[in-house]
């Protein structure tokens, strides 16, 4: 089963040593070729199924180096790809042959507390934001797992434990500085260049790259009600379906997710669940506490828990609480669908296909959206899904590349059984390399705006490392 997916042509001019030390001379930050010590390193992204040798990687210290490495991979024909948190499930971050802008090194967060905004450099995580908000108190809406980046994050949308209250991270989002294909640094906001700033709300690395992004952002915590109660699978069917009446009605301040997979040895279990198969449900409520426990209770009521750990806890910790889980270095291979309804028939197919994880790192991840994020206007950014209320996300996960067809063939699989419980869009920051013939209909009825917009950013899709939107044509 071929698998790698080859990135698209590059360059093939061979890069003489006296242009690679003028551009050097240029820049703020640093030039990695082959052999240069940390090439490898810069090289290596969180999905350990993605292995590509750029030609150069700019280790960009400003945006001036972003401009610079820009003018550069044009003037020798290189493809470019760009690399923020480097988490990308499809491994975007990194080319074959190319030139990467690594923004790696680019991790200042500045908050104003005042205003309550924050300007974010694109090499910080989630773990760096949610760092220097929560010293005052403060937060945006982000992701799951505290080590993904910031830039891709948002560039796609961005939900996770605070997205029902708060919006999408795109819902967030003031204004982003950006360089784009010309290599001009221009501003988009509500107010300036507005049709870039439509795009860059969900259509991904595909207009430019942002070297800094503003955000506004919400007094919470430092401490929230969070936690998981664990279930066994074999309950699931009744689980889900209350899961299912009950987020209906779930105020904005809570969240729901389930995860379905085998027990990892978490000290909280009962050694004799350890590698069997459960259902947990993983709940955040962001607001006050008391409130917090009224708005769980019902939730925390449904059959008889293994084990229920949901108490205050920093905001900070569960943000990073999933990371153990999703540590990089192993191979990964995803398949989501959005669901305007979690239908019987994919509660049936779900827990089915939980009983049949092909490894003890595999899990079915239901992700409850919705909320504010859902009352936002569809046409109101390039974010193609405002009705789906449940993201599933299949995490296929192991380490041995003798297995890569075992497990991919079985999440295909059962992707194509969910299908017909779906939208038909998609999370395009869910997507695997693979899917590029998906881009069209996982973007919906957006996709031709963002087509346009293309065009007149990036005519000749010089930023094509990403879930690619082709330039309209002529
Ligand atoms: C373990 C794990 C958990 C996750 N959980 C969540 C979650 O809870 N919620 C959620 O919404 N998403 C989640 N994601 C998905 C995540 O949003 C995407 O993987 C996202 O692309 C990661 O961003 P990055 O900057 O780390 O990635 P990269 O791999 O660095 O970049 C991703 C894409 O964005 C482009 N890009 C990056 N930076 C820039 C920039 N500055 N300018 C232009 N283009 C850029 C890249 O070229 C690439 O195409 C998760 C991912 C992982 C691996």
Redesign the pocket.
Known sequence: MNVSVKTPSAGTMPIDHVSITALERELKGTVLTQGSPGYDEART???AMIDRRPRLIVRCASAGDVIKSVQFATAQGLLI?????????????ICDDGLVID??QMKSVRVDPEARRARVE?GA?LADLDRETQAFGLAVP????S???????T??????WITRKFGL?IDNLLSAE?VTADGKLVRASAKENGDLFWALRGG??N?????AFEFELHPLGPTVLAGLVVHPLADAANILKDYRRIVKSAPDELTCWVVMRKAPPLPFLPAEWHGREILALAMCYAGDIKAGETAMAELRSLGKPIADVIGPTPFTGWQAA?DPL?TPGAR?YWKSHDFVQLSDGAIELLIDASHNLPGPECEIFI?HVGGAAGRVPLEASAFPQRDAHFVMNV?TRWRESSMDEAYIGWARKLFAAAAPHASGTA?V??MPGDEADRVEAAYGNNYRRLAGIKRRYDPANL?R???NVRPAAA
Do not use: D, E, K
Request: aromatic share 12%.
């Open positions: 992204v969180w999905n790809a760009v690399r923020g948190g480097g988490h990308n499930i499809a491994g975007n971050a923004l790696s694109p995580t982000t992701g799951i797992n080590t993904t980046g910031v830039a891709g994050l560039l796609g949308g961005g939900f996770g991270t950006v991904g690395g207009f430019g790259v942002v070297t999933f999703l990964n992700a995490h999370y920051n869910f930023f490392m990403n879930q």
